[in-house]
């Protein structure tokens, strides 16, 4: 099922040496997308520095999702509120220290310059900061955003899927009239076959034998014809998948099931019909199931 959620969240944190008035503004910003699929498919766009935190977010999602192509996006932006601050003595005896002993060595090599010292000093200096709470915590907000947009998509199938098989059920009443109607055309034919051979007058009665056969014919096409079964078994699925939408929950596997049972049922009364007008029946039903299934499959 489709459905969008993104959150943000910034925090103003004190840098390591927690100098006065000095803090870094981080900003972490979570969406997730999801589009429709058989099957659940994860993906995750993280930065470098969050890598370590996928597996935590795996665990979280697969934990409550069943179905969809999920795509996770995580940005984080950092940023001083101060001006730049010195280097540590510490650090820039050292630095010292590496360049004396590296010219003494190669006396051609160029000496730090400022923005080289700074650069050095300040990455050396910079402790990575841990944003795995911050990130669960985001993420479990997304995703009961998320899941409550599915929910509201979930709400919208239900009525299309109840319209889809309240139209099925009225076909299904439409084919079981037609069965006897045909079975007494049938009749009708075959003793007007049988007058046309024998060349006899519309006021006289066919003889016994002849019209034992008729009924003999008759009763041989209605039951080569009869769909009582399958109209039973279409209403039985249609039941049973109108129980599962009022009950909701896990139904997406098991209304596949009954999509397909639906299928085979349509099929025999298409491959049963001898008339244009069960035909007809036959393929609307069709048309109908292959829109239900086509929604099932976005149903968890």
Do not use: C
């Not at 590296?102 to 010292?117: G, H, N």
């Not at 098989?165 to 007007?192: C, D, I, M």
Request: charged share 30%; proline share 4%.
């Amino acid at each position: 099922m489709t459905g969008y959620a993104s959150v943000q969240s910034s925090t103003a944190r004190p840098t390591q040496d927690n100098e006065p008035g000095t803090e870094t503004n981080a900003r972490l910003g979570l969406e997730i997308r999801s589009v429709n699929s058989r099957f659940l498919d994860l993906a995750f766009r993280l930065p470098d520095e969050l890598r370590q935190a996928e597996p935590a977010l795996r665990e979280l999602l697969t934990a409550r999702l069943r179905r969809g192509k999920v795509e996770v996006r995580v940005a984080l932006e950092s940023g001083s509120t101060s001006s730049l601050k010195a280097p540590a003595p510490a650090t820039l005896q050292r630095l010292g220290s590496l360049q004396d002993t590296i010219q003494s060595w190669l006396p051609s090599a160029a000496a730090l310059s400022v923005a080289d010292v700074l650069r050095i000093a300040v990455n050396e200096e910079k402790k990575p900061h841990d944003y795995s709470q911050e990130l669960t915590r985001l993420a479990k907000k997304a995703l009961d955003e998320l899941l409550s947009a599915r929910q509201r998509e979930g709400e919208r199938l239900k009525l299309m899927l109840l319209e889809r098989t309240a139209q099925l059920r009225n076909l299904s009443a439409q084919a079981v009239p037609l069965v006897p109607r045909l079975v007494e055309q049938q009749k009708a034919r075959f003793l007007e076959r049988w007058k046309e051979a024998m060349a006899l007058p519309d006021s006289q009665v066919l003889p016994e034998a002849a019209q034992d056969r008729a009924l003999s014919e008759a009763t041989a096409f209605a039951i080569r014809i009869d769909v009582a079964e399958e109209i039973t078994r279409l209403a039985s699925h249609l039941d049973e998948i109108d129980r599962l939408l009022d009950s909701g929950g896990e139904l997406g596997k098991r209304l596949d099931f009954l999509i397909q049972e639906l299928h085979r049922e349509a099929n025999t009364l298409g491959a049963k019909s001898a008339s244009l007008e069960l035909t007809h029946i036959s393929v609307d039903m069709k048309v109908l199931i292959e829109q239900i299934r086509e929604q099932v499959q976005n149903i968890e």
